[in-house]
């Protein structure tokens, strides 16, 4: 199992940006997959971002264009830049890890960073 830890989060004008870290306890270099998901209040936890062990990137229909997921296998990091930043993209930001374990797949979760975009 990997710890996550994010960061970055804050309250941002519409329009703005920011940059979220994630940083992991140890090598990311053999982890599967890595990605950040988001949920606001009331609504389902939703995959925003996410980028393999091999560098193939994928976003939701919502953030493309706008946000670029990468990593940094030296600092044991991953990064979410988030540019025009809309008020609906206020939520909890977690980072999310892959693995396999026992054949089958864990999940290891951050515990979030809160993002607020203001009208």
């Known amino acids: 199992q990997v710890q996550l830890v994010e960061s970055g989060g804050g309250l941002v004008q519409a329009g703005g940006s920011l940059r979220l870290s994630c940083a992991a306890s140890?090598?990311?270099?053999?982890?599967?997959?890595m990605g950040w998901y988001r949920q606001a209040p009331g609504k389902q936890r939703e995959l925003v971002a996410s980028?393999?062990?091999?560098?193939?990137?994928n976003y939701a229909d919502s953030v493309k264009g706008r946000f670029t997921i990468s990593r940094d296998n030296a600092k044991n990091t991953v990064y979410l830049q988030m540019n025009s930043l809309k008020p609906e993209d206020t939520a909890v930001y977690y980072c999310?890890?892959?693995?396999?374990?026992?054949?089958?797949?864990?999940?290891?979760w951050g515990r979030g960073t809160q993002v607020t975009v203001s009208s």
């Open positions: 999310n890890a892959r693995e396999t374990y026992s054949g089958s797949y864990l999940d290891d």
């Open positions: 140890r090598s990311i270099f053999s982890i599967i997959a």
């Open positions: 980028i393999t062990r091999g560098g193939s990137t």
